[in-house]
C-alpha cells in the first residue's frame, strides 16, 4: 500500500500541535524536573505528558503504526496491515533544558518514515516561538511565523559572517572531544551558535539562520524531522546510519560516532572525509 506523504504530514501537524499544547502551558510548579544520563540530561513531567498526547493523536488515526518516542520507546501492534508499513518517530519536548529555564527554543518534534526507511513528513512546533515548521517529501519546506507562511529556500549562498550551528553531548569525556573538533568542524564560517535543539537548529538552517548545522551524538528522534525539513528546503542534509529502535539499538558508543550535518555540500562533504579518515576528526 502507498502511502501518501501529504495524509502523513496533515496528521504529524494534529500530533505535533498536541505535544505543543501541553509545552505552552508551562508552569514552574509542575516541571518535576529529573536527571537521566547526568546532572545535565533531564526529563520533565511536561516530556511525558506531551509523548503521550502526540501518541494520542497518531493512534487514534493509524492504530497498525509503529511508534517510536524518546520518553516512551517503541510500540509495535500486535497485528499490522498496509498502514503499519509507516513508523513515526517522536521527540515531545526537544530543549528540555532550555525549557526548564525558560529559554524559548524548544519544541514538539514528530516525523514519518515509510517501511524503507524513507522520511516522508516531518513537522517541528515550538510554541514558545510561536513557529511552526513543516516538510511533506517532494513538496518543499515551510514555515508558519506568528500566523505568516512562508516556503523556506535554506541559507543564502555567498554571503558574509556565515554561522555553523552544533551541540555538545552530557558525557563531559565525550565533550573534550567534541571541543576539540570545533577547528576543524568550523573552517569556512564566521562565528557558532549552540542553540540548545538539534530539531529547531536543522529547521533554521532550512529558513536560513544558520548557514550549516554539524552535531555527533543524536538520537533519531532529535533529527528525524528537522532533516526532513532543511533538505526540503535545500540543503544537503546526511543522517547518521544507526541501528534502529526496532533492532535494539543503537548504543551510546555508535550513537557518538555519526553525525548530522545540514547545509553545503562542502560541508557534509568535509564531514564526510573527516570522518572517514583513520583518526577520524582530529583535534584542532
Not at 509503529?66 to 516512551?72: A, D, M
Not at 507562511?149 to 543564502?156: A, C, D, K, Q, S
Not at 552530557?170 to 564566521?190: I, K, N, T
Not at 550549516?212 to 542534509?237: K, M, P, Q, S
Request: glycine fraction near 12%.
Amino acid at each position: 500500500m502507498n502511502v501518501s506523504p501529504t495524509e502523513l504530514l496533515h496528521l504529524a501537524k494534529q500530533a505535533a500541535s498536541a505535544g505543543a499544547d501541553v509545552l505552552a502551558r508551562r508552569s514552574i510548579e509542575t516541571l518535576g524536573a529529573q536527571n537521566k544520563s547526568s546532572d545535565s540530561d533531564w526529563v520533565t513531567a511536561f516530556d511525558v505528558a506531551a509523548e503521550r498526547a502526540v501518541r494520542d493523536v497518531i493512534s487514534r488515526s493509524r492504530p497498525h503504526d509503529v511508534i517510536t518516542g524518546e520518553e516512551l520507546g517503541t510500540t509495535v501492534p500486535d497485528r499490522t496491515t498496509g498502514a503499519g508499513q509507516v513508523r513515526w518517530s517522536i521527540d515531545p519536548l526537544d530543549g528540555t533544558t532550555n525549557f526548564i529555564r525558560n529559554i524559548v527554543y524548544y519544541c514538539t518534534s514528530v516525523a514519518a518514515a515509510d517501511a524503507d526507511g524513507r522520511w516522508l513528513a516531518g513537522v517541528v512546533h515550538a510554541p514558545a516561538l510561536d513557529r511552526i515548521y513543516w516538510a511533506a517529501r517532494g513538496q518543499g519546506a515551510w514555515l508558519r511565523d506568528h500566523g505568516r507562511i512562508v516556503r523556506l529556500e535554506g541559507p543564502e549562498v555567498g554571503r558574509k559572517g556565515t554561522l555553523l550551528g552544533t551541540g555538545f553531548t552530557y558525557d563531559a569525556e565525550a565533550r573534550v572531544q567534541q571541543v576539540g573538533e570545533l577547528a576543524s568542524l568550523m573552517e569556512g564560517f564566521g562565528d557558532i551558535r549552540r542553540i540548545g535543539s538539534a530539531a529547531l537548529d536543522l529547521c533554521m538552517v532550512a529558513d536560513g539562520t544558520l548557514d550549516g548545522y554539524v552535531e555527533r551524538g543524536l538520537n533519531e528522534h532529535d533529527w528525524a524531522a528537522g532533516a526532513l525539513i532543511a533538505e526540503e528546503a535545500g540543503a544537503t542534509v546526511l543522517r547518521p546510519e544507526l541501528t534502529t529502535a526496532l533492532a535494539g539499538g543503537p548504543d551510546e558508543a555508535e550513537r557518538f560516532m555519526a553525525f548530522t550535518v545540514a547545509g553545503s555540500p562542502d560541508l557534509v562533504g568535509r564531514v564526510t572525509a573527516l570522518t572517514a579518515a583513520p583518526d577520524g576528526i582530529a583535534p584542532g
